[in-house]
């Protein structure tokens, strides 16, 4: 069986070669479930390795009379653009006064003055006590030194900060562009990943709509802190993942031949009629080679990890799901021994796209601080206590960059100094207590306050209310799919939530916050996108039944972009009277 390197191509070559009818309709059947058409019963095999979900979409298109050619071209252009207006939207809210307020706000003290300076020196160097006011002043004056200073974490996520820095100046606006952007972008990703999960472009479009009005991720979007750009990289990492899954089971189907009658091993249909027919010599044996998409996955979860470490538990448990993927997958195309055949020919190739690239450009990128000499613990194996010290055999840059990372890691696992805003990952969820980034109470007249009673302008790391807590359910609801009904696209969603929430349950004594619960806020989006779709109702259930479920997913919507709106002033620091303020706070541990 020779080697596929392409799904549909390879199946049209085929087609081209062989002239075989049959071969033809399965290119055709190949190219509609591309954009999710069923077209055959649910027990075709090349339906359960390609795309088992039904897209609404070409169903009205073909109930308006639109061929099938002109149905698949609309569904490919409002599957680009439906999330590109989601996107647009976004980014008209995340850069509207970007620069507001003009000040340094929370962890602000730290990132962009290390982003500033990895530009300066390429490691961080040490600023004035005074330094914060000075860059807020009428007239800005940066006091920074090249004395090497101590940071906690790795320089990824500081050099892109320092992307809108170098563009636009040190300054609010500057320090805060690339996470704006990458926020942005990351509702675009949301809707296409969701099209992808879901095969259904209004159901994408919707999750990217959900984060585009989740507060947390609107915060963290106009603050410079490196949660959200962590959360982008795992994000552009899970899809990566999703257009591998696709891809190599694509083309795990072009290389099963076609049935000659007789009954399926895994459906027990019929084989005629064009049915891909499960081989256990393409299951068993089957090289599905080069994977580009697998490596770009491994690149992103490289970056994430080179931006905060808790990218680590993303690489982890996407490197385990993704060769699950492949288990499932040589099952269905009839694998004797399915998990051995993945031992055999995925596993390595996976540990090599996944760890060992994520592990590389975690090194390349520590440059800046491998390429000077001033940077913290640089020349640390020069010393006494570097030569005392074991693998004295190793290159010295190396021996001090492991020695700056097991110092880090002891620093981060003693992280133990209270914080007001400090909670327990418990109450995360349930949104039990947000973070207070920014918070002044201007009189009468000042500021832009107009009440009389005096103003409150603070900028609250909360999650949109009635999102999160209507999440809960779909989460719940997610587990149960993927528990009972044996759904892969449940069980992803659940898994993009769990690396990113559970292993701060073995923290109980770390210092630790709620808004580390953005890196998931994508899945619980995704989660909810998925439960509404059910709440519509599946496609062949009665035109009341669906009525009623889209009225009702239609008023769950609509209450979340009212909460979103509601809460919009304490999302961006708008002056709002006292009163107002005490209204939004709705528990007694926002406050």
């Given at each position: 069986m020779g080697?596929?390197?392409?799904?549909?191509?390879?199946?049209?070559?085929?087609?081209?070669?062989?002239?075989?009818?049959?071969?033809?309709?399965?290119?055709?059947?190949?190219?509609?479930?591309?954009?999710?058409?069923?077209?055959?019963?649910?027990?075709?095999?090349r339906t359960r390795l390609v795309a088992p979900y039904p897209a609404p979409a070409l169903r009205l298109w073909a109930a308006l009379g639109v061929g099938p050619d002109a149905a698949v071209r609309l569904a490919r252009r409002a599957a680009w653009a439906g999330p590109l207006l989601v996107a647009l939207v976004a980014g008209v809210l995340r850069f509207w006064h970007l620069g507001s307020p003009h000040d340094v706000i929370f962890d602000e003290t730290y990132?962009?003055?290390?982003?500033?300076?990895?530009?300066?020196?390429?490691?961080?160097?040490?600023?004035?006590?005074?330094?914060?006011?000075?860059?807020?002043?009428?007239?800005?004056?940066?006091?920074?030194?090249?004395?090497?200073?101590?940071?906690?974490?790795?320089?990824?996520?500081?050099w892109l900060i320092a992307l809108g820095e170098w563009a636009f100046g040190m300054n609010p606006f500057g320090w805060r562009f690339?996470?704006?952007?990458?926020?942005?972008?990351?509702?675009?990703?949301?809707?296409?990943?969701?099209?992808?999960?879901?095969?259904?472009?209004?159901?994408g479009c919707l999750a990217g709509a959900l984060l585009t009005v989740d507060g947390l991720h609107f915060v963290m979007s106009r603050t410079a802190l490196l949660d959200l750009i962590v959360m982008f990289w795992v994000l552009a990492a899970f899809g990566c993942l999703l257009v591998d899954r696709d891809r190599t089971r694509a083309r795990l189907a072009a290389a099963l031949?076609?049935?000659?009658?007789?009954?399926?091993?895994?459906?027990?249909?019929?084989n005629g009629g064009g049915m891909l027919r499960p081989d256990d010599t393409v299951g068993d044996r089957f090289?599905?080679?080069?994977?580009?998409?697998?490596?770009?996955?491994?690149?992103?979860?490289?970056?994430?990890?080179?931006?905060?470490?808790?990218?680590?538990?993303?690489?982890?448990?996407?490197?385990?799901?993704?060769?699950?993927?492949?288990?499932?997958?040589?099952?269905?195309?009839?694998?004797?021994?399915?998990?051995?055949?993945?031992?055999?020919?995925d596993a390595a190739p996976a540990f090599g796209a996944t760890v060992v690239v994520a592990l590389a450009t975690y090194l390349a990128s520590w440059s800046g601080w491998l390429f000077t000499k001033g940077g913290y613990y640089r020349d640390w194996a020069t010393t006494p206590e570097g030569r005392a010290g074991s693998w004295t055999w190793l290159p010295d840059w190396l021996r001090s960059l492991w020695h700056y990372q097991t110092e880090v890691y002891a620093f981060h696992t003693g992280l133990t100094t209270p914080h007001t805003y400090q909670s327990n990952p418990w109450s995360w969820l349930v949104l039990g207590r947000p973070v207070s980034y920014f918070y002044k109470d201007p009189a009468a007249g000042q500021q832009g306050c107009t009440a009389a009673e005096g103003c409150a302008r603070e900028v609250l790391a909360l999650g949109t209310p009635l999102l999160w807590w209507a999440a809960c359910f779909a989460l719940l609801y997610a587990l149960y799919r993927w528990a009972f009904r044996r759904d892969w696209r449940a069980g992803a969603i659940a898994c993009g939530v769990a690396a990113g929430y559970l292993p701060w349950f073995l923290y109980q004594e770390r210092t630790i916050f709620l808004f580390y619960a953005v890196v998931f806020v994508p899945f619980l989006c995704l989660a909810l996108a998925m439960m509404v779709g059910a709440i519509i109702g599946p496609?062949?259930?009665?035109?009341?039944?669906?009525?009623?479920?889209?009225?009702?997913?239609?008023?769950?919507?609509?209450l979340i972009i009212w909460n979103f709106i509601y809460f919009y002033p304490l999302y961006t620091g708008m002056p709002i009277p006292k009163s107002a303020w005490h209204n939004r706070m709705w528990l007694d541990s926002w406050v």
């Open positions: 080697r596929v390197t392409s799904d549909t191509t390879a199946t049209e070559t085929g087609a081209h070669r062989t002239g075989h009818p049959d071969r033809q309709s399965a290119v055709w059947q190949l190219r509609l479930r591309r954009f999710g058409y069923r077209g055959r019963p649910h027990g075709d095999l990132y962009p003055k290390d982003a500033w300076s990895l530009l300066q020196y390429g490691y961080e160097g040490t600023w004035d006590k005074n330094a914060n006011a000075a860059l807020v002043a009428p007239h800005p004056k940066i006091l920074l030194s090249p004395q090497a200073s101590y940071v906690v974490h790795p320089p990824m996520g500081k690339t996470v704006a952007l990458l926020g942005t972008l990351s509702v675009f990703l949301v809707c296409r990943i969701g099209r992808r999960l879901m095969r259904s472009t209004a159901l031949p076609i049935g000659d009658g007789g009954t399926s091993r895994s459906s027990g249909a019929e090289r599905l080679g080069w994977r580009p998409w697998r490596i770009a996955a491994g690149l992103c979860l490289g970056l994430a990890s080179a931006t905060k470490w808790n990218g680590l538990y993303y690489m982890a448990a996407f490197a385990l799901m993704s060769v699950l993927w492949d288990v499932a997958a040589r099952r269905i195309a009839g694998a004797r021994h399915p998990f051995r055949a993945m031992l055999r020919r496609p062949g259930a009665s035109e009341r039944r669906q009525t009623i479920g889209a009225v009702g997913a239609g008023v769950l919507v609509l």
